[in-house]
Nanobody
Framework: QVQLVESGGGLVQPGGSLRLSCAAS????????IGWFRQAPGKEREGVSC????????YFADSVKSRFTISRDNAKNTVYLQMNSLKPEDTAVYYC?????????????????WGQGTQVTVSS
């Protein structure tokens, strides 16, 4: 059974850090592009970051650039989203998604596998 499971969300103060994990089962993440998306209350889901399956190229939305990093641990079949200098506007449910499309993209339509999401709340 193909499954993606996010973890690592929680409540953090502004300026703090969290590391989200996206663990795959039923398939090997090495061959999949991975995207991270988020949806804040009352807003549409937006693409935050992605990492390609080939050369490991990455993308970050302007709103998170220089604060977030994305990485793979193929041995653990897991992709991580390291989030630093968190702001209240980063509050959202974060989802990871995977597909065999080789390039890094935050186009939701290109992802066929989705996790259930993990809540990130940035508040003092």
């Amino acid at each position: 059974q193909v499954q993606l499971v996010e973890s690592g969300g929680g409540l953090v103060q502004p300026g703090g850090s969290l590391r989200l994990s996206c663990a795959a089962s039923g398939f090997t993440l090495d061959y999949y592009a991975i995207g991270w998306f988020r949806q804040a209350p009352g807003k549409e889901r937006e693409g935050v970051s992605c990492i390609s399956s080939g050369d490991g190229s990455t993308y970050f939305a302007d709103s998170v650039k220089s604060r977030f990093t994305i990485s793979r641990d193929n041995a653990k079949n897991t992709v991580y989203l390291q989030m630093n200098s968190l702001k209240p506007e980063d509050t959202a449910v974060y989802y990871c998604a995977a597909d065999t499309y080789p390039l890094c993209t935050v186009s939701e339509l290109l992802y066929g596998y989705w996790g259930q999401g993990t809540q990130v709340t940035v508040s003092s």
